[in-house]
């Protein structure tokens, strides 16, 4: 079946130094790839989706290539601030699944200043 | 535009007792999920619809859990007969069709 596996957390960075979270991917079909990130007390929130392989997805300085090849979508930002302190999680939907959307764990990010 | 509501925000409930969340999605969305959240796991879904109709209920624990959504707008969860394992956050999230889903902010069950 559909999983997900990612770095696992927390992951503890100062301000200004770059992330990277891993994700890797078991799927037979083709997906779609997403990050979401959440914020104690709230729901998940799309922090950007990737539906074809080889493309890149963005968002507030957040990045990720769909690399169907290694069957990973990792997450990078060059420079973390306090503010991206949340939980991360990468997910994929594909359609052989109709189209239900698997998450991982997540990662906790904790950025200090 | 609102986003999806959820209905209450906690529940403490003693085991044996039940429970039902409540969820109004986003104006439109067709597409209605639940999913179960344990602390510091990701989400996993339960159910969800697409209109008034059931597409995946196959992780919704039959004999206790059940959802509907009688005129594909406004969905309830209901746990009867809870046990601590049940402790969690309930998400709602809704989709118009596609795969991006936009969540509530979740009903936090602690069941002792």
């Known amino acids: 079946g559909d999983s997900v596996t990612q770095t696992e957390g927390p992951v503890t960075l100062s301000e200004g130094t770059s992330l990277t979270v891993n994700c890797s991917y078991e799927t037979k079909q083709y997906p779609t790839l997403f990050w979401y990130v959440q914020y104690p007390g709230e729901g998940p929130q799309l922090l950007f989706k990737?539906?074809?392989?080889?493309e890149k997805g963005s968002n507030r300085g957040f990045e990720a290539t769909y690399n169907k090849e290694a069957t990973s979508f990792h997450l990078q930002k060059a420079s973390v601030q306090e503010s991206d302190s949340a939980v991360y999680y990468c997910?994929?939907?594909?359609?052989?699944?109709?189209?239900?959307?698997?998450f991982g764990d997540g990662t906790q990010l904790v950025v200090k200043p | 535009e609102a986003g999806v509501t959820q209905s209450p925000r906690y529940a403490v409930l003693q085991e044996g007792q039940a429970v039902s969340f409540w969820c109004d999605p986003i104006?439109?969305?067709?597409?209605l999920y639940w999913y179960q959240q344990p602390r510091d796991q990701g989400p996993q879904l339960l159910v969800y619809f697409r209109d008034e109709a059931v597409i995946d209920n196959s992780q919704l624990p039959s004999d206790r859990f059940s959802a509907v959504r009688p005129k594909g707008t406004n969905s309830t969860l209901k746990i009867q007969s809870a046990k601590q394992g049940d402790t969690a956050t309930y998400l709602c999230a809704s989709s118009w069709t596609g795969n991006t889903l936009y969540f509530g902010e979740g009903s936090r069950l602690i069941v002792v």
């Open positions: 990737v539906p074809k392989a080889n």
């Open positions: 997910a994929l939907s594909d359609r052989g699944s109709n189209n239900r959307i698997f």
């Open positions: 104006s439109g969305h067709d597409t």
